[in-house]
């Protein structure tokens, strides 16, 4: 995925005629606060190094082409029209959605081609779907002549286009990360308040690989939709105002006395031991202390198991692999669950042993082929 792949791809779609300019969107890692922003809490995102490039020309009319070089095909819309979700523009009515909400917010858009290529595999957890749409928000506005851009604002967005057009309920954190991501920063967002700050992810000697179980997350919608509704049913019980978040962990122990249910009182301490796990790991980072922020990674994968069971025998056979190998400081899965993807914190001269050994052991326990990403964490949405 280079700028010159891309402008020769961009050429044999489009033709020869004018200057085309470069946009890079990353993906998103949550490094650790697994299923904690819907219940109030905090999370622990960075954008990664790995994401989708754009390249795109202004046309002279109010036409919008949307292509790929990942798949086939050519999507039209016209600006003059009211933009709808159509199931058969499949993944262009993601940047259709946000070049429709920007509509509506009354932006003055220009017509243009955009020809777009990524490395980030589909259906992994790598939120390729909030990548495409913050580059989509960001190129249309900059190539609209907008300045200064409110990368909060552009997050809330993107959200509202994959919540009301896409239709898909997400939160904001993988579109505020992809917006706001900061090269070897984490971002403790604050999903309540958005209130944020950065920590440095110092790694020095280690680097961030991304576990790609190639299960897709064919559960993780309908366990996510009962996962939120058996913590709005502990809340109920606890008869809390604030978020199960916002519980202590010195309270847990009077929360697991007041809730009977063994699932709903699982499910609880999650949420609340993960939450303070968010917090450790902002300090731990702040003092480069990486073997005790690994630790705090196979903790976060254990309560996810055991606890909140989001992980699934894939997840759990990757992560177990990886966190048997010495080179690793620590794994967990990171996403939604059921599939996707795990992260760990690997020493980097040991990153082609540790692949071939967790590789050997994943296939041995599924008949699946893992596959690997190193990144670092890397800035986010930008022109090129």
């Known amino acids: 995925m280079t700028k010159e792949n891309l402008s020769a791809g961009f050429e044999n779609r489009f033709g020869l ?40 020309r202004p046309r002279t009319d109010n036409m919008v082409r949307f292509s790929s070089m990942n798949h086939p095909g050519i999507f039209e819309i016209d600006l003059n029209h ?26 003055n858009l220009k017509g243009a081609d955009v020809l777009f290529s990524g490395n980030l595999p589909d259906g992994a957890g790598l ?16 190539e609209s002549g ?27 954190m993988d579109q505020f990360s992809v917006s706001l991501g900061k090269a070897n920063q984490a971002i403790l967002l604050n999903c309540q308040t958005l209130e944020y700050e950065y920590a440095p992810l110092a790694l020095g000697d280690y680097s961030l690989v991304i576990l790609n179980t190639n299960k897709r997350r064919e559960l993780a919608e309908s366990k996510y ?33 007041q809730i009977s249910d063994p699932t709903l009182k699982a499910r609880a301490r999650h949420v609340v031991s993960e939450n303070q796990r968010v917090k450790e790991a902002m300090l731990l980072l ?24 989001v992980t699934g025998a894939e997840l759990d056979a990757i992560t177990d692999a990886a966190n048997a190998h010495p080179a690793c400081l ?12 795990g ?36 800035d986010g949405v930008h022109q090129l």
């Open 330 to 341: 620590g794994a967990r899965m990171t996403g939604a669950g059921f599939g996707g993807c």
């Open 343 to 378: 992260i760990s914190i690997v020493k980097t001269t040991e990153i082609a042993d540790f692949e071939a050994s967790v590789a050997k052991q994943y296939f041995d326990k599924t008949g699946l082929k893992a596959d690997f990403y190193v990144s670092q964490l890397g």
């Open 225 to 257: 939709n009962e996962r939120r509704a058996e913590c709005d049913q502990a809340l109920e019980i606890l008869r809390k105002e604030k978020p199960l978040a916002d519980l202590c962990s010195s309270d847990l122990t009077s929360v697991e006395k």
């Open 286 to 309: 702040k003092k480069g202390d990486l073997t005790a922020f690994g630790a705090l990674l196979k903790a976060s994968h254990k309560s996810l198991k055991e606890d909140y069971e």
């Open 17 to 56: 005629s004018g200057k085309i300019n470069f946009y890079f969107s990353p993906g998103r890692v949550n490094l650790i606060g697994e299923h904690i922003d819907y219940n109030g809490g905090f999370v622990f995102p960075g954008a990664l190094t790995l994401g989708i490039m754009a390249a795109t």
């Open 82 to 107: 009211s933009i709808e979700f159509d199931p058969k523009r499949n993944w262009a009515n993601y940047p259709a959605g946000v070049v429709s909400t920007l509509l509506k917010a009354e932006y």
């Open 146 to 172: 907008e300045g200064e851009i409110d990368r909060v604002w552009l997050a809330k967005l993107s959200q509202a286009a994959e919540n009301q057009f896409i239709g898909v309920n997400c939160g904001i």
């Open 127 to 142: 939120s390729s779907s909030a990548a495409i749409e913050v580059l989509t928000g960001f190129m249309f506005l900059k």
